[in-house]
């Protein structure tokens, strides 16, 4: 059988870097900022909320649109839409019956351009 586990390097010393320590220490943002970042990063952790946002880069889009995209139902898509706004991540406004969604702000499509590039360097 073939073990698949990765390897961590560690220390075989008990050395603490007392000034690294200390330096990182100072420059790390606070505990709740952290955990809001990590609940950020959980909604891009759904392919589907990840394929929405993507057709969001493109255009305003209306729940039917999206569905019909996506070959989904509109109920999945609503559930998808109010988790990301809920994250705020995307915006909607009315015109008559009609709900268009668009990104909050331009921060996302730069996430997904330094993550796609991330990917491709390491390919």
Not at 19 to 30: A, G, L, R, T
Not at 33 to 62: H, P, Q, W
Request: with cysteine; glycine share 2%; hydrophobic share 40%.
């Amino acid at each position: 059988m073939i073990d698949n586990k990765l390897e961590i390097e560690t220390c075989s010393c008990k050395i603490i870097h007392e000034d690294i320590v200390s330096e990182v220490k100072v420059n790390m943002p606070q505990e709740e900022n952290l955990y809001d970042l990590a609940e950020l990063f959980k909604v891009f952790g759904d392919s589907t909320r990840i394929k929405i946002l993507y057709a969001l880069f493109s255009a305003e889009m209306c729940v039917c649109d999206i569905a019909a995209l996506l070959d989904m139902t509109q109920s999945a898509i609503s559930h998808q839409l109010r988790i990301l706004k809920q994250a705020r991540l995307v915006k909607f406004r009315r015109e008559g019956k009609v709900v268009y969604y668009s990104l909050d702000d331009d921060h996302i499509k730069q996430i997904f351009d330094q993550g796609l590039r991330h990917l491709q360097e390491n390919n």
